[in-house]
Structures are given as C-alpha cells and as structure tokens.
C-alpha cells in the first residue's frame, strides 16, 4: 500500500504530540497514532498548531460515552473549545452553526429540521438526485480526459442538490456554490474567508424575505415562517440555513473521492457491487466507517470536571473525541482497518453520535449510493492517473480529503 511521507513526531512527557496527525500510511486509514493511543493512553495530551493543549479520546467506548455526557459541550462560545476548523463564532461573536450550540437552544433548531431530512422524505428526492449525478457524469463526459473529479462531480452534486433542498434559485446556485468552495480552502486569508461567509448571510437574509412573499416546498420557506414564539431573529434563522449549506459540502464530497478511490483500489468488492447493486447501501456505510473522514469534527468542551477512562479532565479543557479511531477500535469492530462490504457496520461513528448526529446522514446516504452506482455503470474503465502516494490531501481540513481526483475512462 502506498504511504503518504513521514508521520508527526511522537511526543514526550514534557511535549506532546502535535494535533491534527497525519494520515501517513494508508490514505484510507486514520493516522496510526491512533491505535498506539487506544492501547496505551486512550485519553492522552496533544498540542494544536497554535500551542495550547487539547485531551484525545480515541476508544469507541470513551468517544461514545462522550458524545452523550452533558457535562460535556459543544459551545462554541466557551472560552478553550479547541476549533482547528475555525472559530465556530461569527464577526458580530454569535455562533455561527447550530451544531456548536448545547440545549436547550440546539434544539430548537434541530426540531425545526429534523422533518426536512427523514428517510421518507428524502426516498422522494432520489430521482432529482439521480438528475443532478447523471447532470454532473455528462459534464464529466465531455470535459477531455483526464477529468478532475473533485472539481466536476464531488463538490458539485452535494451542492447543487443542498441548494435545491434550501430552495436557492437555480439563478444563485454559482454564487453560493464559489462562497462554499472559499471555506473549503485553508490558504486563503482570513479577510476573504470573512467576505465570503458575510456574503452568504446577506444572501440567505435576502432569500428569507423573498420566501415570506413567495412560499416554496423548501427549508428556507420553512425557516422563513418559523413560530414567532421561537423568537430567533432573521439572522439566526440565515445562519441555520448556511450551517446545512456548509455541513453538507465538503463532507460529501470528500466521500464521494475517496471513496471512488477505495472502490478502485479493491476491484474485487467492485465487481461484486456492479453485479448486485443492491449491496450498495451496505457498501457505503463501510466506505463512512472505514474512511471515516471527519476525524476533526467532534471538539468538545468539559463544561464540569470530568472522568474518563480513569483521566480527569478538568472544567474549561478542550477535547476532540476521534469518531476515526473509534470506528477503527478493535474491541468495536473486527479487523477494523480491512475494507469489507459484507461486514455489519452497526454503531460506526462517521455521522458522530449523541444529539448532534448528523442530520443530514440519509441526504448524504443517498447521494454517495446513486454516485457510486452511476459512476461505475456508465463509466466501468474508470482510472485514477496518479498513485496514490502521489495525491494531495487535505490532512487539516475538518474534513480529510484529495485535492484533485484526476481520471480517464
Ligand atoms: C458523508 C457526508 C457527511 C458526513 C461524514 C457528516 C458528518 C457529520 C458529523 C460527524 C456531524 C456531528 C458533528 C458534531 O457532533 O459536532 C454532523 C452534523 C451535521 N451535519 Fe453532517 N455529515 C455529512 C453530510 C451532511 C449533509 C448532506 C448535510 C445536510 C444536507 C449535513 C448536515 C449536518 C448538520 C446540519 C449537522 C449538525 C447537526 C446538529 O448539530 O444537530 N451533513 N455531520
């Protein structure tokens, strides 16, 4: 298997190790720290880039019991919540997602949208899912070969098709899609960042008032009309619906390229699944927990004193319970870092856990399902031109990730 260059250094007593770690072996796997940390210090010390200290949870059983302790928070407002991804704060210093609020104020919103993403509501999105794939492979198709499939396919079907579910106009899907596409990307300086999510907001504030004058089948209508006895201010609600837009985004499409990837690295469990595509939803809840992406996505904040596994975290001290390790632990799952499409991934963390579990996790379910599917039918030659090795990732992003995916067929 092909390895990525040398790993960070492992730390000592007196300094530990640095935070994000990298994916050093296997692409597809988390970083191997991780597993020397689940046999000898499953709550351990690491130092973020900006030198403060941060605990590491890294077994099923600690990251669970976490995800679902009180004590614990994801207020993004309290002071030492470690955010390698961001400040989670907007400029006017409110939070800027529902997802790094505690109750009772998360749920609020979570109520307000939980309707929105049910199974059976988004069965009846498949065929528009369906469209936009089949829109984004025709682009493909016709772009020369090699094609970027980051670029043509990954980042735009989740977007297109969030657009579509906040009900942004067809019109405005460009601008919403490059504003997305800045957040993505850790070289650009902090004023563009800025400019970028403040465009957002003016947009989304815009689109609210013209949902209230003309309603739609759509999450914007519905924040639009939310209950007055709600109280949440127009800039609240705007802020819930760019959390959807930008939770959706980079997420997805970073499944979508890796796991193209790990399909073509193991031609075996391809094969089997472009001849019995009913296994593809088995397969991509495998492809969730092995790549398990998001391995920056769960900081936390003790807001008490804390125990876990023997550790005492101290009140104001930050975590990040590695949903990754987690879902490569041993003691949860057998051979964990094997790909196996007929192994049962019941509990694997990929969409996190507890009241902030993905909302969007049967959106996303579908779309990676019908991309696969279609991507591997209408294009069966499908080829990466470069190795592995040779990639560039995205090793601090709250989302791992490939750059570039380029492919010919
Ligand atoms: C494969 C793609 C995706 C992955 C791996 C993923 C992963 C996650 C994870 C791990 C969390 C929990 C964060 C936490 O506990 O702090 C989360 C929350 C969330 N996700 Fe996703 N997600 C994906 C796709 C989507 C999509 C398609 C949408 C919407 C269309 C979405 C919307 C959200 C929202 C709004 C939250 C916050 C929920 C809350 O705080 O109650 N995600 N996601």
Redesign the pocket.
Known sequence: MATLGPTVPAGTADSPPSFPMRRSGCPFNPPPEYETLRSTEPVSRAMLRDGSTVWLVSRYADVQAA?TDPRIS?DSTIPGIPLAGGTGVDPQGRRS?????DPPE?DV??KL?VPD?TMRKIRTLRPRIQRTVDDALDVMRDSGQPADLVKLVALRV?SVL?CE?LGVPESEHHFFQTRANVLLERSVPMNELRTAVMEMRTHMLALLDEKRRNPGDDILTKLAHAPAELELADSELAGAAQ??LN??HE??A??IALGTLVLLEHPGALAELKADPALWPKAVEEL?RYLS??DL???RIAKEDVEIAGQRIAAGEGLYLL?ASANHDKDFFEDPDTFDIHRSTRGH?????????????N??NA??EIVFETLFRRFPDLRCTVPLDELSYKHESA?FGVHELPVTW
């Open positions: 995800l994801s997602s529902f997802v790094r609020m998360h919103y979570r949208l993403f989740p969030t579910l959390s959807v939770a959706s997420s997805t970073s499944m969730l992406v998001g996505v769960l900081p949903a963390m990929a969409y996190g856990y507890g009241i902030h579990q993905c909302i969007g996790q959106m996303a779309e990676l989302f």
